[in-house]
């Protein structure tokens, strides 16, 4: 397998997709008014949960690049469910959220950087 270097444009456009999908999917699952959730397994019955930890390690998009980036995702929520103990759900909310602002703010023209 050849590595691949995405930038620019592109590597913003899947960034954009999985904060989409992690946002869609992840926060419905949010507090105690949260929705259940199936998550189909490769083997066995699905497993029906509320826990956005366990959504956010079920999603497994179809695009290579798509899937490493939901794998930063759910690295993210780990290291968050490792120091703290508790707020995957926030965690991931708050940083697909992070995302879309930030597309929006570059979109709009403003220093990637600054």
Same mark, same amino acid.
């Given at each position: 397998?050849?590595?691949?270097?995405? &930038?620019?444009?592109?590597?913003? $456009?899947?960034?954009?997709?999985?904060?989409? =999908?992690?946002? &869609?999917?992840?926060? /419905?699952?949010?507090?105690?008014?949260g %929705?259940?959730?199936? =998550?189909? %397994?490769?083997?066995?019955?699905? $497993?029906?949960? %509320?826990?956005?930890?366990?959504?956010? %390690?079920?999603?497994?998009?179809?695009?290579? *690049?798509?899937?490493? /980036?939901a794998?930063?995702?759910?690295? &993210? !929520?780990?290291? !968050?469910?490792?120091?703290?103990?508790?707020?995957?759900?926030? !965690?991931? =909310? *708050?940083? &697909?959220?992070? /995302?879309? $602002?930030?597309?929006?703010? =570059?979109?709009?023209?403003?220093?990637?950087?600054?």
């Amino acid at each position: 397998m050849t590595n691949v270097v995405v &930038s620019g444009e592109q590597l913003q $456009e899947a960034f954009r997709e999985v904060a989409a =999908i992690v946002d &869609s999917t992840v926060a /419905i699952t949010a507090g105690p008014r949260g %929705k259940t959730v199936g =998550i189909n %397994k490769p083997y066995g019955a699905p $497993e029906i949960t %509320k826990d956005g930890y366990k959504v956010m %390690k079920g999603i497994k998009p179809e695009k290579p *690049l798509n899937a490493a /980036i939901a794998s930063i995702f759910a690295q &993210s !929520c780990s290291q !968050c469910n490792d120091k703290v103990g508790d707020g995957t759900t926030t !965690c991931s =909310i *708050l940083t &697909s959220n992070m /995302i879309m $602002e930030a597309s929006k703010s =570059i979109a709009a023209g403003n220093d990637r950087v600054g």
